[in-house]
């Protein structure tokens, strides 16, 4: 199986670096607009060889393109255009409508699958690829009655490969479940580390921080090359978990200045819930968000 990977970044490199392992994939041509992450590739033997963008895909019997979700939109159109028509595309993008749409008229349409693994860290490029990145996360793929079943089945393949359990959903449920479990976590942390940063005293704070103000942040070292335009395309989706997230703070901070004990308390046990969520009881959540919050929380 000869592949191509599109954005030799964490996840294009971390996938690149398991479907080697596991021996899915024969060739890895790798491809780049960044000609030190392409050099950095090819040197920690991510890919076995460089190429242009159209020597990449029309080589490639299947094509993953890994790069920020704005580049995709305008990017992948013009891959389906030059690949075999018999090669297979997936995107691993964390939005999935814009994409979706981009390409919902193309002749080729059927030999594209819309992906999302769920897994990452907050480091960029390819020096933080890394083996078994994806083992035990979730896939979502996105609208599967769009696809061919020769290029579902191969997709499907290729992550089965990787050790990852495939949940079905069209592109809009994606983007609405990932912007309460994904893009709202990197949204507080964002707004988290801004807050502490605006302290005149921080470095005290910095001094005193502890693992949980430390995990919490964690996230706000994530690319703002990938993250802004994931939050601008889901925006409309974000925003309202945000306007949720806000009244739950609201409730929070009131308890706090009524001097109410009793409902701060009863905030605390309410979260505590979650718990059950995790550990597979029964909640309101539908089987797909209870799978995803899952898996993304393992």
Not at 27 to 43: H, P, Q, V
Not at 110 to 138: C, D, Q, R, W, Y
Not at 162 to 185: C, K, N, R, W
Not at 240 to 247: H, N, S, T, W
């Amino acid at each position: 199986m000869k592949l191509a990977v599109i954005g030799l970044g964490l996840i294009g490199g971390s996938m690149a670096k398991d479907l080697r392992r596991t021996r899915f994939a024969t060739e890895i041509i790798g491809s780049d607009t960044n000609s030190e992450n392409a050099r950095i590739a090819l040197g920690m033997g991510i890919a076995d060889r460089i190429e242009s963008l159209d020597n990449a895909v029309k080589e490639a019997d299947i094509v993953i393109v890994a790069i920020p979700v704005d580049k995709i939109v305008s990017l992948l159109p013009y891959i389906l255009d030059h690949i075999s028509p018999s090669a297979t595309v997936l995107d691993v993008g964390s939005t999935k409508r814009e994409i979706a749409a981009a390409v919902k008229d193309h002749p080729l349409r059927g030999n594209f699958v819309a992906t999302h693994p769920m897994s990452g860290t907050e480091n960029s490029g390819p020096i933080a690829a890394i083996e078994h990145l994806f083992e035990s996360k979730i896939c979502i793929v996105c609208d599967h009655e769009k696809c061919r079943p020769q290029h579902l089945a191969l997709a499907e393949k290729m992550y089965q490969s990787l050790g990852m359990p495939i949940a079905y959903m069209s592109s809009d449920e994606q983007d609405h479940t990932t912007a309460f479990i994904s893009h709202l976590p990197h949204a507080t942390s964002f707004a988290l580390a801004n807050a502490v940063l605006a302290i005149e005293d921080r470095n005290i704070i910095f001094d005193l921080a502890s693992g949980g103000f430390q995990s919490t942040v964690r996230l706000a070292k994530s690319s703002p090359q990938m993250w802004s335009p994931i939050f601008w395309q889901n925006r409309d989706y974000i925003a309202e978990a945000l306007e949720v997230y806000i009244r739950h703070l609201e409730e929070f901070k009131e308890s706090l200045k009524n001097n109410d004990h009793d409902r701060l308390t009863e905030l605390i046990v309410n979260a505590n819930k979650i718990r059950g969520v995790l550990e597979g009881e029964n909640s309101s959540l539908t089987k797909n968000e209870e799978t995803i919050i899952k898996f993304y929380t393992k």
